[in-house]
């Protein structure tokens, strides 16, 4: 029979919490390890940085391919939920918009890193393309409508085609370091915006 803890949470709780938090800081860290190190760096390495043993993350993620799956699964999850709250946060909606962007920009670097995997015949990849487009352009629509709406930027960019726009000018940030996609991306945003009234 089990005993209530001091603070009212059942042994079994207690471990739940334990493991979710321990599946969420090896996710977080493999994603930071993968950018640098790529998507073959050790499984050690990435359980120091998340501060647990190699057995917990062998137990959340049996496979190199579970884990690179559920980093790619997170950041989406990740990038998807921030939409709304900079669009609630925001001073105005071209700034939640440019913030946004910010972070799909981090997000692309990563997933670049993670290219070779998500190139594979492996079946557990197939279904992550269409789980970023379903996640994300629905957010970058919403952005997008509230900046049009708001007067900040013109009507009529698709959220597809601006997604993909900057998804090509990250491609070719891990080969040269002089280049910088992200003064690229300011001015495709900056030509997307209204002039104002003098």
Known sequence: M??????????????????????????????????VAGIDAPIRQIAARAGVGMATIYRHFPTRADLVTAVYHHQIEACAE??????????SP?????????????FLV???????????DDDRFAALHASFLDRLLPVCAHLLDAAVEAGDIRPG???????R??????????D?????????????????????AS
């Open 2 to 35: 089990a005993t209530e803890s001091p603070a009212g949470d059942s042994p079994s709780r207690g471990k739940r919490a334990d493991a979710r938090r321990n599946r969420q800081a090896v996710l977080t860290a493999a994603a930071e390890v993968f950018v």
């Open 82 to 91: 921030a939409g709304p709250t900079l669009l609630a946060g925001a001073e």
């Open 94 to 106: 071209l700034e939640a918009l440019r913030q946004w962007i910010d972070l799909f920009v981090d």
């Open 110 to 120: 990563t997933k670049h890193g993670l290219a070779d995997a998500l190139q594979s």
């Open 157 to 163: 960019t698709q959220p597809y085609e601006l997604m």
């Open 165 to 174: 726009g900057i998804g090509n000018l990250c491609i070719g940030r891990d």
């Open 176 to 196: 040269d370091p002089r280049y910088d996609p992200r003064r690229l991306i300011a001015l495709l945003l900056q030509g997307l915006q209204l002039p104002r």
